[in-house]
């Protein structure tokens, strides 16, 4: 081959869009449980190479990311979800336990191979039992490919994950939610913000109500806040993350307007706020501008909505430099709204709408698909149910059973696609004994599936909840969201213009909400309520779609149940 050739296809190498610069970033983590003090507190936690939270991944858009994951649990098993990564081509790779693959068992290694393929604020925790609220968790960050900018500037940038804590232990908790009669967990005695708290007492103590005694931190403490520290004008990208297990949020900056410029890895068209609304599984990224006077510190706050707050703000500092940061605010922190004030969240919720150029939805959908979301018993134990049926997973994957054919792994009947017509969501029903149920809802390739998700009310008496639905393996277009019960009128309202991607969406009390997505991604893929103990109380339902199309599974993905026997079967012949 001529020089000028081999220098003509450097060129065109070079001119290629930074995806041709990605990376394989690896990783080697060993998650087991370790002594910390979250809040001031010391708990036994969850953690990975021996901290908590777990540690940040940080890529671009484009790189193949490895992480090697060793049990160091001892007696149960493990799984990692990466939360809002949509797994093109490696759907064993979405880590739920028993639906994507089997549990990792203790002493045991599985290697997490998967591409990162757009830019955004994401997570990851675990997806076995309640091993989230346990403490598995962290962030995973992913820049613009190389060469390629961000549709706004910003001078620096931080980095927060919300989560809350609870000093009962997470398999006291579990047993706690599978009594007869149901012992309830609870509120959360702490909130955290990147894994820090302050339980008992307050920074803002001359503030607080009910009156808490002053913090004493000296700095070095597993539970001091991290600080953010500043510079005077200017603009500073802020990413959101929470993998709260039930607490809803709603975070402010004292004296700073905030501008919402990316949802779930999505840009949305930007707009201002006073203080952001964010849910289990939400992620957020906002712009600030130091443009408040320079000798003053200022409060970052984040309190409970949607539930009757009985835990305390959680608080750190915007540390203006070069002031001291043991400069504490002069003014209280933000007041939350008030905690069911759902017009103030749906105002919020409202005003996100897909950035100009974002891709559109599909004028028409192929199916449609409604939930009812309600709390039931079954045998006197209360369970959360979708459509009369409350989840509870199979022990063998039903990736690998769906893929190969395998017989009696879960129930074949299809799942319902409505609830009857003349239920009422703004009653208790009249008869609340639900069904225990494994079906899939079963999706053809390449059509367009709406899924309305209907509120109801529970089993109190006038009592409806928020619940944050995230899905796995896709993004999704939010439509629109309405009061009381769903009907043909409310598609003429339907929002086909600029609905924003998020792979995470709030149904509110009595409500409802619209989503559309396209069923371009073989896999079996989870699709439920984000609140851990709403989850483990059977809140959830699973897709699938042209798993026949799935390759290369590795054979630990699905070394247990009947697939674990077909698998030995066919070693030995």
Same mark, same amino acid.
């Given at each position: 081959?001529s020089?000028s050739?081999?220098?003509l296809?450097?060129?065109?190498s070079?001119?290629?869009?930074?995806?041709?610069?990605?990376?394989?970033?690896?990783?080697k983590?060993?998650?087991?449980?370790?002594?910390?003090?979250t809040?001031?507190? @010391?708990s036994?936690?969850m953690?990975?190479?021996?901290?908590?939270?777990g540690?940040t991944?940080?890529?671009?858009a484009?790189?193949?990311?490895?992480? @090697?994951?060793t049990?160091k649990l001892?007696?149960e098993?493990?799984?990692?979800?990466?939360?809002?990564?949509r797994?093109?081509g490696?759907p064993?790779a979405?880590?739920?336990?028993?639906?994507?693959?089997c549990?990792? =068992?203790a002493?045991?290694? *599985?290697v997490?191979r !998967?591409?990162?393929d757009k830019?955004?604020?994401? !997570?990851y925790h675990?997806h076995?039992g309640?091993?989230?609220?346990a403490?598995?968790?962290?962030?995973l960050?992913?820049?613009v490919?190389?060469?390629?900018?961000?549709p706004? +500037?910003y001078?620096?940038?931080?980095?927060l994950?919300l989560?809350d804590?609870?000093?009962?232990?997470?398999?006291?908790?579990?047993?706690d939610?599978s009594?007869n009669?149901?012992?309830?967990?609870?509120?959360?005695?702490t909130?955290?913000?990147?894994?820090?708290?302050?339980?008992?007492?307050?920074?803002?103590a001359? *503030?607080?109500n /009910?009156?808490?005694?002053q913090c004493?931190l000296?700095?070095?403490?597993q539970?001091?806040?991290?600080?953010l520290?500043?510079r005077?004008?200017?603009t500073?990208?802020?990413?959101?993350?929470?993998?709260?297990a039930?607490?809803?949020?709603?975070?402010?900056?004292?004296?700073?307007?905030?501008?919402?410029?990316e949802?779930?890895?999505?840009y949305?068209?930007? !707009?201002?706020?006073?203080d952001?609304?964010?849910?289990?599984?939400?992620?957020?990224?906002?712009? !600030?501008t130091t443009?408040?006077?320079p000798s003053?510190?200022?409060?970052?706050s984040?309190?409970?909505?949607?539930r009757?707050?009985?835990?305390p703000?959680?608080?750190?500092?915007?540390?203006?430099?070069?002031?001291?940061p043991?400069?504490?605010?002069?003014?209280?922190?933000?007041i939350?709204?008030l905690?069911?004030d759902?017009?103030?969240?749906k105002? *919020?919720?409202?005003?996100?709408?897909?950035?100009?150029?974002?891709?559109?939805?599909?004028?028409?959908?192929?199916?449609?698909?409604i939930?009812?979301n309600?709390?039931?018993?079954i045998?006197g134990?209360?369970?959360?149910?979708?459509?009369?049926?409350?989840?509870v997973l199979?022990?063998?994957?039903?990736?690998?059973?769906?893929?190969?054919?395998i017989?009696?792994?879960f129930d074949t009947?299809p /799942?319902?696609?409505?609830?009857?017509?003349?239920?009422d969501?703004?009653k208790?029903?009249?008869?609340?004994?639900?069904?225990?149920? =494994?079906?899939?809802y079963?999706?053809?390739m390449?059509?367009?599936?709406?899924?309305i998700?209907?509120?109801?009310?529970?089993?109190?008496e006038?009592?409806? @909840?928020?619940?944050?639905?995230h899905?796995h393996?896709?993004?999704?277009?939010?439509?629109?969201?309405?009061?009381?019960?769903?009907n043909e009128?409310?598609?003429?309202k339907f929002n086909?213009?600029?609905?924003?991607l998020r =792979?995470t969406?709030?149904i509110?009390?009595y409500?409802?909400?619209?989503?559309r *997505?396209?069923?371009?991604n073989?896999?079996v893929?989870?699709? +439920?309520?984000?609140?851990? /103990?709403?989850? +483990?109380?059977g809140?959830?339902?699973i897709?699938?779609e042209?798993?026949h199309?799935v390759? =290369?599974i590795?054979?630990e993905?699905?070394a247990?149940?009947?697939?674990?026997?077909?698998?030995?079967t066919?070693?030995?012949?």
């Amino acid at each position: 081959m001529s020089s000028s050739i081999l220098l003509l296809l450097l060129l065109v190498s070079l001119m290629l869009p930074g995806h041709s610069l990605a990376k394989t970033r690896h990783f080697k983590w060993e998650v087991g449980y370790i002594h910390w003090s979250t809040d001031g507190e @010391e708990s036994v936690v969850m953690g990975i190479n021996g901290a908590f939270p777990g540690p940040t991944i940080r890529g671009r858009a484009g790189d193949i990311i490895v992480v @090697e994951l060793t049990n160091k649990l001892h007696t149960e098993g493990v799984v990692i979800h990466w939360h809002g990564i949509r797994q093109f081509g490696t759907p064993w790779a979405d880590g739920t336990a028993a639906i994507s693959q089997c549990a990792i =068992n203790a002493g045991e290694t *599985f290697v997490y191979r !998967f591409k990162v393929d757009k830019a955004g604020t994401y !997570f990851y925790h675990g997806h076995y039992g309640m091993q989230r609220s346990a403490g598995l968790y962290g962030s995973l960050i992913v820049d613009v490919a190389q060469g390629e900018n961000e549709p706004f +500037h910003y001078d620096g940038e931080f980095n927060l994950l919300l989560s809350d804590w609870w000093h009962k232990g997470s398999h006291e908790q579990e047993v706690d939610l599978s009594s007869n009669p149901l012992r309830w967990i609870g509120e959360p005695q702490t909130l955290l913000i990147n894994g820090r708290g302050q339980y008992n007492c307050s920074m803002a103590a001359q *503030f607080s109500n /009910p009156q808490l005694p002053q913090c004493k931190l000296r700095g070095g403490e597993q539970y001091a806040p991290q600080i953010l520290r500043v510079r005077p004008n200017k603009t500073y990208r802020l990413r959101l993350a929470s993998t709260t297990a039930l607490a809803s949020l709603n975070l402010a900056i004292g004296g700073h307007k905030m501008v919402v410029v990316e949802a779930d890895g999505n840009y949305v068209q930007p !707009f201002s706020v006073q203080d952001i609304d964010i849910y289990s599984g939400e992620s957020y990224s906002i712009l !600030f501008t130091t443009n408040q006077d320079p000798s003053k510190n200022y409060w970052i706050s984040t309190s409970v909505r949607g539930r009757e707050p009985k835990t305390p703000q959680a608080l750190t500092l915007l540390n203006y430099l070069p002031n001291s940061p043991s400069k504490f605010p002069t003014l209280p922190p933000p007041i939350a709204p008030l905690w069911n004030d759902y017009n103030h969240s749906k105002s *919020f919720s409202n005003k996100i709408l897909a950035l100009m150029g974002s891709p559109k939805p599909p004028i028409k959908n192929h199916r449609r698909i409604i939930l009812l979301n309600t709390q039931n018993k079954i045998d006197g134990y209360t369970k959360w149910a979708i459509n009369n049926v409350s989840l509870v997973l199979p022990t063998t994957p039903y990736l690998g059973s769906i893929r190969y054919g395998i017989n009696n792994a879960f129930d074949t009947r299809p /799942p319902p696609d409505n609830f009857p017509i003349d239920y009422d969501v703004m009653k208790r029903a009249p008869n609340s004994n639900a069904t225990y149920g =494994n079906g899939v809802y079963m999706l053809k390739m390449n059509t367009t599936i709406d899924i309305i998700l209907q509120n109801a009310n529970a089993l109190g008496e006038g009592a409806s @909840e928020i619940h944050p639905w995230h899905l796995h393996g896709h993004d999704f277009w939010v439509l629109g969201y309405g009061e009381g019960k769903f009907n043909e009128k409310h598609v003429k309202k339907f929002n086909l213009k600029n609905p924003p991607l998020r =792979n995470t969406v709030v149904i509110y009390p009595y409500g409802w909400t619209a989503l559309r *997505f396209v069923t371009d991604n073989p896999g079996v893929w989870a699709f +439920h309520c984000h609140i851990e /103990p709403h989850l +483990h109380m059977g809140m959830g339902v699973i897709l699938a779609e042209g798993v026949h199309l799935v390759k =290369n599974i590795p054979r630990e993905a699905l070394a247990c149940g009947l697939t674990g026997k077909m698998l030995m079967t066919n070693k030995h012949n």
